[in-house]
């Protein structure tokens, strides 16, 4: 599904700030990349290997928080209990939750703003008005 969008192609053009590259932490299932990690899955990991995997699974928690905000602000999205795939527009009534919840989270904060020290920005810059 990441092949078939632009996404990674705009990820290249707004990693880098000065001598910082920010990457995506994905799931076991994402290619390795230079912006996209993963975690490492050998049977036989080093100590580094595994104190990476330790690091970045309380990342990964932190970054489900998100997924469940909207979930909690808008219940009908959870697709496991409500929603009708190919009845509904499942991806599009998610994207509209996801932007609200963002829109909540300029106003209100988030737990994982929190854990990462992030002020949101506000409501006006986040909608670009």
């Not at 580094?48 to 330790?54: D, K, S």
């Not at 909540?104 to 854990?115: D, E």
Request: hydrophobic share 40%; with cysteine.
């Amino acid at each position: 599904m990441l092949r078939d969008t632009n996404l990674y192609t705009e990820l290249m053009e707004i990693a880098v700030h000065g001598s910082t590259t920010y990457v995506i932490y994905g799931d076991p299932a994402y290619p390795m990349s230079e912006l996209i990690l993963k975690p490492y899955c050998s049977r036989i990991l080093t100590p580094e290997q595994v104190a990476f995997n330790r690091a970045m699974s309380s990342v990964r928690q932190a970054v489900e928080w998100g997924f469940g905000k909207v979930i909690i602000e808008f219940a009908f999205l959870d697709f496991r209990k409500n929603q009708k795939l190919l009845l509904q527009h499942v991806g599009q009534m998610y994207k509209v939750g996801v932007i609200l919840t963002n829109c909540h989270t300029c106003l209100y904060g988030s737990q994982t703003g929190t854990y990462f020290n992030i002020v949101p920005p506000t409501l006006e810059q986040y909608l670009n008005i």
